[in-house]
Every structure is written in structure tokens, then in C-alpha cells.
């Protein structure tokens, strides 16, 4: 479980969101690439899990994120 600080500046959240999601399409290249009789069973399990794990940390940033934006109030 990826622990967030919401209070973290901006630049460090998106480079946490660029890190995840980049990974994230690597393991997912690496299934697009591949065919099925390469991996066993459990391998693939493995892939599929490392990709949903890394989708929901970035989904969770991401709410950090529009929660912080969102609640800012704009000056006129």
C-alpha cells in the first residue's frame, strides 16, 4: 500500500504518478508483447497483479491531486 502525503508538493505527486504509470505500461507491454504459452500460470498472475497494484496507487494520487486542486479557492 503506497502511503501519500497529501501536504507534498505537486512536482513530487506527478513524479510519483509518472513513476507508477510507467512501470504500470511496462508490464503491460511486456503481456502485449508475449504469448500466452511463455508464462505460466502463476507468472502471469504475478504481471497482472504488479500492474493493478501500481493503476490503483496512481488512481490514488490522482485523488490527491484534484481533491488539493479542487479545494483551492481561485483569487479573482
Known amino acids: 500500500m503506497l502511503l501519500i502525503d497529501s501536504a507534498a508538493p505537486l512536482r513530487d505527486l506527478h513524479a510519483c504518478l509518472?513513476?507508477?504509470?510507467?512501470?504500470?505500461?511496462?508490464?503491460?507491454?511486456?503481456?502485449?508483447?508475449?504469448?500466452?504459452?511463455?508464462?505460466?500460470?502463476?507468472?502471469?498472475?504475478?504481471?497482472?497483479?504488479?500492474a493493478r497494484i501500481l493503476v490503483q496507487?496512481?488512481?490514488?494520487?490522482?485523488?490527491?491531486?484534484?481533491?488539493r486542486g479542487f479545494d483551492t479557492p481561485h483569487s479573482a
Open 57 to 67: 496507487d496512481v488512481s490514488d494520487v490522482f485523488r490527491v491531486i484534484e481533491h
Open 18 to 50: 509518472r513513476e507508477r504509470l510507467n512501470a504500470a505500461l511496462e508490464h503491460l507491454n511486456l503481456m502485449a508483447c508475449s504469448s500466452l504459452p511463455d508464462f505460466a500460470e502463476r507468472d502471469l498472475n504475478n504481471v497482472t497483479n504488479t
